[in-house]
């Protein structure tokens, strides 16, 4: 009879979790470890970097971007709010001053880019609208990234009624192309800076959210997301802290790739006539204000404005690549850039 009750003793299964106390220490606990998983995704983005740096055409393009990147800055002073925040200026000249002595004028040691119909040194206006470039593509696509993860975040992740919603606008958006519905906001609500990147992110977020819920829809399988559940954990701890920094990676690159596809399409919007106010100097707008020199002879007006667009897209072009071979270091493209 002992031996019967030491064996039934022996064999019992002791279940834990249900007390209170114990689920608030595991919260506790939950928190605590966010520390141990920041280490865990700081060595895994320092592997990415060094990864990143073995890829001498990624890192040809990138110093390309930096050096227009610079070039732009320091093209012009920066006031802001009447405070001079950057007082240099590269540029020779006032991009927006016209020299009616010098019509037209070919590339020479005055004016290295040449002069278009007006006089405007085109040198000056093409590493100045490099500024209003560039910017345009990194605020746009912050802001598509800061309206498109969020939203196909919650939409992976909840599912049922609230995918179904998100998803459906989505369907919509997507129905529209492209350049049609940009063209169709900036004819509604005008022209100007922050009118673009408005439409632009409209027209643009819906290509973060699909990705980001596709990878989430994966992700969210995984044994340590419903450790996570299990532990008590809020479902925005789960979603910011445990699933998105897991299925971002292919967001980065498209994210990459995007500032040069927003480049164009400014460049196209201005090109057309949709852009900044005409005779800003913006590459899409000297495009489109030199085509007619160009007939007659004058190359010089759009060649630069034009070869500058396609540096700035085939550096962007170099660098996502580096990046998605960066993340994802199992691919064979990755072994192949290695050199």
Do not use: C
Request: proline share 4%; glycine share 10%; no cysteine.
């Amino acid at each position: 009879m002992s031996q019967r009750n030491r064996t039934t003793t022996r064999g019992r299964i002791r279940i834990s979790g249900f007390d209170s106390s114990v689920i608030e220490r595991d919260r506790e606990f939950v928190d605590w470890d966010e520390s141990v998983d920041s280490d865990v995704s700081a060595d895994r983005w320092t592997r990415a970097w060094q990864r990143f740096r073995r890829n001498r055409t990624a890192l040809l393009g990138l110093a390309v971007i930096l050096l227009m990147a610079f070039l732009a800055v320091f093209a012009r002073p920066i006031d802001v709010f009447g405070f001079t925040v950057q007082p240099f200026s590269i540029a020779p000249y006032d991009p927006n001053a016209s020299n009616f002595n010098a019509l037209e004028q070919p590339p020479s040691l005055q004016y290295p880019f040449g002069t278009d119909w007006s006089g405007k040194d085109i040198f000056s206006r093409v590493i100045v609208g490099g500024r209003m470039s560039l910017t345009i593509g990194l605020i746009a696509v912050s802001l598509a990234l800061g309206v498109g993860v969020p939203l196909g975040s919650i939409a992976g992740y909840f599912g049922g009624w609230i995918d179904e919603f998100i998803m459906r606008i989505v369907d919509v958006l997507y129905a529209f192309p492209f350049l049609v519905l940009a063209i169709a906001f900036i004819a509604i609500f005008g022209q100007g800076f922050w009118r673009m990147i408005g439409a632009l992110v409209l027209v643009s977020w819906i290509g973060y959210a699909r990705l980001i819920r596709g990878e989430i829809l994966s992700v969210k399988e995984n044994e340590y997301v419903s450790a996570a559940e299990a532990l008590g954990a809020r479902d925005r701890s789960i979603i910011f802290r445990h699933i998105v920094p897991n299925a971002i990676a292919p967001v980065i690159v498209q994210a990459t790739l995007g500032i040069g596809t927003y480049v164009l399409s400014a460049a196209a919007l201005g090109f057309l006539g949709l852009g900044l106010e005409p005779g800003s100097a913006e590459w899409g707008s000297m495009l489109s204000s030199g085509r007619e020199s160009l007939v007659e002879g004058n190359y010089w007006i759009t060649f630069f404005p034009g070869i500058a667009i396609f540096l700035f897209v085939m550096s962007i072009n170099l660098v996502g690549d580096g990046v998605r071979d960066a993340l994802d270091p199992q691919s064979d493209t990755a072994s192949e850039r290695l050199r």
